[in-house]
Nanobody, 127 residues
Framework: QVQLVESGGGLVQTGGSLRLSCAAS????????MGWFRQAPEKEREFVAA???????YYTDSVKGRFTISRDNAENTVYLQMNSLKPEDTAVYYC?????????????????????WGQGTQVTVSS
């Protein structure tokens, strides 16, 4: 079972930036896709970005051009660089690891495709 620990959340003004990190342990990290999801108050958890085992990325439309997902296999860490933040980006952000190895993403992955989740980190964007 893989363990995931997110960090880097906080309070930022509109237009600001944050970098989230997700440290993974307990699995051969480089073989698995990783995803970032978010959940705003009273809303369902939604997909934000994913990176497959080859570091090919996929984003939801609302964050394209503003967010960048990346991974460092030597450090077993995945990152989410968030720029030009908007109040609607306010949410708890979760990282997750794909259930299957060597998965590629050609469309937004489902939450059910991911088997292990971190505890989440709060991102608040003030207007």
């Amino acid at each position: 079972q893989v363990q995931l620990v997110e960090s880097g959340g906080g309070l930022v003004q509109t237009g600001g930036s944050l970098r989230l990190s997700c440290a993974a342990s307990g699995r051969t990290f480089s073989r698995y896709g990783m995803g970032w999801f978010r959940q705003a108050p009273e809303k369902e958890r939604e997909f934000v970005a994913a990176i497959d085992w080859r570091s090919i990325t996929y984003y939801t439309d609302s964050v394209k051009g503003r967010f960048t997902i990346s991974r460092d296999n030597a450090e077993n860490t995945v990152y989410l660089q968030m720029n030009s933040l908007k109040p609607e980006d306010t949410a708890v952000y979760y990282c997750a690891v794909d259930r299957g190895a060597y998965t590629s993403y050609f469309a937004a992955p489902r939450l059910a495709d991911f088997g292990s989740w971190g505890q989440g980190t709060q991102v608040t964007v003030s207007s």
